[in-house]
């Protein structure tokens, strides 16, 4: 793989040991991935900081790097650290004292600690065609298929690596021939809500693996692009796609045709009023509806479903023994909290938590067991990651779930 001059030193290690493990981690990648040259990028966003997923070996591994001057060459943010800086929410003094600790070493960085998985959403829109080092899969497949910016599906060292060099191996989505469709999938049932197009993601998603899906038949799409991203996540984490395309919607799929790069033979699947069905009970687990916990922003909530959650708890009462949080950053929050809407969700007896979402958080280990969410990233993991039984639906039922404490058809 040809080097320049500085990536040379960069590697050699006559620019620091970060460097030098950042450098040597990119090569490796680079020639297992067959890239000849590396490139440069504009943003990085780390994944993969809670402390769920760093354990004391990655805290005191990122402590050991800041320790040795490791900084950032390119603005870079992080992804959701698992534990919310402004409240006890009960977890063990462990927990929250190496969170605290990874949070810290990180900044030291220079990384800003945004905590969320939606780095768009408070700033960071990378351009048609600019290479990014993302991690976090849902940001991943938001940034190439909404956004058409360039990203492999970076796990949070080679993130790390590429913010700290400033560059990432010339591969995968970073280059126009892989960008093309693979599957067609038509859509030929209406998509009312957020929850739809999770359950549209998740039949995609599993069926996808790393191929690229092209919708067609989704017309009537809003203009935040949460339910694009909602699907998106679910696709994400059934299969390992980077990428879809939404004809007439994205930016790389103006046509069929352009989607699929002029490819004339290619698989057809329909997404129907049964499939879609089908993927809402695949998406529920739970058989007993007495419910003990709500939660919802899987990706983090934006300013609509959070006003949506207030203006449907506004004068309720969340039921004893349940409890209920909503998911979003600091940034929404805050206007959230100016808007009034937090008051009216704390006032109901449930809470907006920002930096945290339940996949990573673990709420199983308050003795929850029973979840309703609209999120079917976060449905998916239910059973899988978070050992509880799960109820998929949209968000008016699960305030509805919250308020009464039971699940309704
Ligand atoms: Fe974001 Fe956590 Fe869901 S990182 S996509 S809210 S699993």
């Known amino acids: 793989m040809y080097l320049n001059e500085e990536e040379k030193k960069m590697l050699n290690g006559e620019m620091g040991e970060p460097?030098?493990?950042?450098?040597?981690?990119?090569?490796?990648?680079?020639?297992?991935?067959?890239?000849?040259?590396?490139?440069?990028?504009?943003?990085?966003?780390?994944a993969g900081l809670s402390f769920k997923t760093h354990g004391v070996a990655g805290c005191e591994w990122a402590e050991r790097m800041a320790d040795l001057g490791a900084t950032v060459r390119v603005p870079t943010t992080f992804n959701v650290s698992g534990w919310d800086p402004t409240r006890d929410l009960g977890y063990p003094k462990k927990w929250t004292e190496y969170s605290k600790r990874i949070t810290s070493a990180y900044?030291?960085?220079?990384?800003?600690?945004?905590?969320?998985?939606?780095?768009?959403?408070?700033?960071?829109?990378?351009?048609?065609?600019?290479?990014?080092?993302?991690?976090?899969?849902?940001?991943?497949?938001?940034?190439?298929?909404?956004?058409?910016?360039?990203?492999?599906?970076?796990?949070?060292p080679s993130a790390l690596a590429a913010a700290l060099t400033g560059r990432t191996p010339e591969y995968g989505m970073h280059l126009t021939e892989n960008r093309r469709g693979d599957v067609l999938f038509k859509v030929t049932t209406p998509l009312k809500n957020i929850t739809d197009y999770g359950a549209l993601g998740h039949f995609i998603g599993k069926q996808i693996n790393?191929?690229?899906?092209?919708?067609?038949?989704?017309?009537?799409?809003?203009?935040?692009?949460?339910?694009?991203?909602?699907?998106?996540?679910?696709?994400?984490?059934?299969?390992?796609?980077?990428?879809?395309?939404?004809?007439?919607?994205?930016?790389?799929?103006?046509?069929?045709?352009?989607?699929?790069?002029g490819k004339t033979k290619?698989?057809?699947?329909?997404?129907?009023?049964?499939?879609?069905?089908?993927?809402?009970?695949?998406?529920?687990?739970?058989?007993?509806?007495y419910v003990d916990y709500v939660?919802?922003?899987?990706?983090?909530?934006?300013?609509?479903q959070i006003k949506e959650v207030a203006d449907l708890l506004d004068g309720k009462k969340v039921k004893d023994g349940v409890m209920f949080?909503?998911?979003?950053?600091?940034g929404i929050k805050e206007i959230a909290r100016q808007l009034g809407y937090l008051e009216t969700i704390e006032k109901a007896g449930a809470i907006?938590?920002?930096?945290?979402?339940?996949?990573?958080?673990?709420?199983?280990?308050?003795?929850?067991?029973?979840?309703?969410?609209?999120?079917?990233?976060?449905?998916?993991?239910?059973?899988?990651?978070?050992?509880?039984?799960?109820?998929?639906?949209?968000?008016?039922?699960?305030?509805?779930?919250?308020?009464?404490g039971y699940w309704s058809y």
């Open 19 to 46: 460097l030098r493990f950042a450098m040597e981690l990119l090569t490796t990648l680079g020639e297992v991935n067959g890239a000849e040259i590396m490139i440069p990028i504009k943003h990085a966003h780390i």
């Open 107 to 156: 900044m030291r960085m220079g990384i800003h600690g945004i905590s969320s998985c939606v780095p768009y959403f408070v700033g960071y829109v990378p351009r048609l065609g600019e290479s990014v080092a993302w991690a976090e899969s849902s940001a991943v497949v938001y940034c190439n298929s909404i956004l058409g910016a360039r990203d492999n599906r970076e796990g949070g």
């Open 210 to 261: 790393t191929k690229i899906a092209v919708i067609d038949g989704l017309s009537d799409i809003n203009s935040r692009n949460d339910e694009l991203l909602s699907m998106g996540a679910c696709m994400a984490v059934l299969g390992a796609p980077t990428m879809f395309h939404v004809v007439g919607v994205t930016p790389e799929a103006p046509t069929l045709e352009a989607a699929f790069g």
């Open 266 to 289: 290619y698989e057809v699947i329909e997404f129907g009023k049964k499939e879609l069905e089908d993927s809402y009970h695949a998406l529920t687990n739970a058989k007993n509806r």
């Open 295 to 304: 939660s919802i922003g899987c990706p983090h909530a934006n300013l609509d």
């Open 325 to 330: 949080l909503v998911h979003t950053n600091m």
């Open 352 to 404: 907006v938590t920002q930096g945290f979402c339940s996949p990573l958080g673990d709420p199983e280990d308050f003795g929850l067991k029973v979840m309703a969410t609209n999120s079917a990233k976060t449905a998916f993991y239910g059973p899988h990651g978070n050992r509880m039984d799960t109820w998929f639906g949209s968000i008016d039922k699960c305030v509805e779930a919250a308020v009464t």
